[in-house]
């Protein structure tokens, strides 16, 4: 296996045909046997491999270069999405147009430089793999839930709790699924996934799911404004579906393929089998 190879298996799994822009070979490789894999892997995760004698490092989140620079283009994929759930296009654009430009001034600004030249310097071959994974994840979660309850139109979130808890997603991990925004007793109304955007579109973004219908938001993590202004629309819900266990669903999905190709694999940093 080659870093080529890695990344054709991630990008085939997520029925993508190209690399979106968080996603990307930061240093190739050739004969690959051993693989290094994490949620966040920096420089001293890339020292690690080298003393343990792996041949690659992948990383989930974007650490290195277009990865970072390029990072809020990957969400306009958050348009389509909000589209098949019933936000007009014109609105679902200018609603995520305000979070978009405030990550695209985070990602030119950033030492985008910092670990591609350390991974460079040791010569490790060094991947970022995010959106698809996220993708994997997404999907997966979904139609889950749509099995568990789109015949049944009075769900409650409790219920929605009650099956998150009953995965091996979730059991016995450290972060659990919580209610953010609504009460165990509120009803659920439509459900919808949203765990693979790049990251939080924001207040706008979410006050239009709501308006169009969506009843509860699932989703990785939360900010405070978001939360707030949730609360204060009255309208919808927010379930967190806890961040390290999803991101690892879609991650060990793209792991199993590497490990049935005969890569050797170690998960680490915030991965959880």
Known sequence: MNTNDLMNTALKLANLEEMPYDTNIIVEGENIKKVLIGIDMETPELLLAKELGYDCVVSHHPKADSCVVDFAKVMDVQIDRMVASGVPINKAQKALRKRQASVDLGG?????????????????????????ADFITEKIVQTRLNKAFNNKPKTK?????????????????VAQPVIR??????YAGKI?????????????????????????IIAMHVPEDVKK????????????????PSDSIGLL?????????GVEVTCMSGIVE
């Open 157 to 173: 979130l409790k219920d929605i709790i009650e099956e998150l808890n009953s995965w091996e997603y979730y059991i016995g991990k």
């Open 229 to 244: 202004a949730v609360q204060e629309q009255n309208i919808g819900n927010i379930i967190i579906a806890p961040h390290m």
């Open 253 to 261: 999905e793209i792991v199993k393929a590497w490990r049935e190709k």
């Open 108 to 132: 030119h600004a950033s030492n985008y430089d910092r670990v591609s030249s350390a991974a460079r310097l040791m010569n490790m071959p060094y991947l970022n793999i995010h959106i698809p």
């Open 181 to 186: 925004v609504g009460s165990s007793e509120d």
């Open 192 to 216: 919808e996934v949203l765990m693979a955007g790049g990251t939080n579109g924001g207040v706008d973004v979410y006050k239009s799911y709501f308006e169009a219908g969506v009843g509860t």
